[in-house]
């Protein structure tokens, strides 16, 4: 049944050539879009007519032959064949029809332009227009795409340098914790505690240490004579005979008859002025520190250091400075 529809097809389109001549040349190029259009319907009515046909037989459960026989699947890739093949006919029919009107157009502007010489130069002035215009958006169009190029460059460096930024920070926020962590195990290890207590033993001594040494200046002198003109300088020769000692002249020429000299003399050393001290007027003497304030220091801070002890001795039993000055004392500011 296709063979002779198909010999029809054929048959026709020589039929019109041979009736046409070779006068019918120009016209036939105009009819080809048209002889497309019929071979496509005739193609649809054709994939139409098998379909019935086929739907008929299995309706009637006819006997079919072998060569009849055609499985769903060649069916249904028989019937995209046809219509891809439609597809591409149209496609070609459109394009066809473009290629004709552009050939229309270029006959007509050819003419156009044989005719009238103004308007030739009118129209090639306004092409030259169109395709320095064309130019300029091809090279527009070529610098915003370097520009984009350039953009995801740049966002993709910055994209890094953020990553390595965070990473950065991340090392550095970590580092901290981490020096944090060990002040604060230093802080709390043992050996840092026992350390403070000393330092802050140590800074209570020197500071009673210096407290005691505002008290008592080493540096003054025992017995401090007022103005001479207001109080008679003091005999020492009779405040000696009073307490029964002997003088330094009466000594002296006792020493040169020959006699014995006594055995105060013997010893080369700074006299004791404990007993000269306690004969002065109260005036003269040294101002002594309370038996308050030696309890005092002593509860506090006296079994720190025996310095504090030796200096609460001499404070309280008024002795001479002499002894205080042959101890070995170094004084450290807090």
Known sequence: MEKPSEEQAAAEPADSVGEGGPSSVAGGQAARPKDHMTLLLRLRAQTKQQLLEYKSMVDANEEKTPEEIIPEKQIETKIEDLENEIEEVKVAFEMKNLALDRMQLSTALKKNLEKSNSQTSVLMDNMKHVLKLNKLIMKSQQESWDLEKTLLDVRKKRFELKQASESKLLEIQTEKNKQKDDLDNMENSDKIKALQGNLQMEIQITTVIQHVFQVVKPHTPLIRFPDRRDNPKPNVSE?????????????????SKGSKSPDWLMHQGPPDTAEIIKTLPQKYRRKLVSQEEIEFIQVCFGHYHPIVQYILTFLASGTSYAHLHAFPIVTVCP
Do not use: A, F, K
């Open 239 to 255: 405040v000696l005979r009073s307490t029964g000692l002997p003088s330094h002249s009466s000594s002296i020429s006792q020493h």
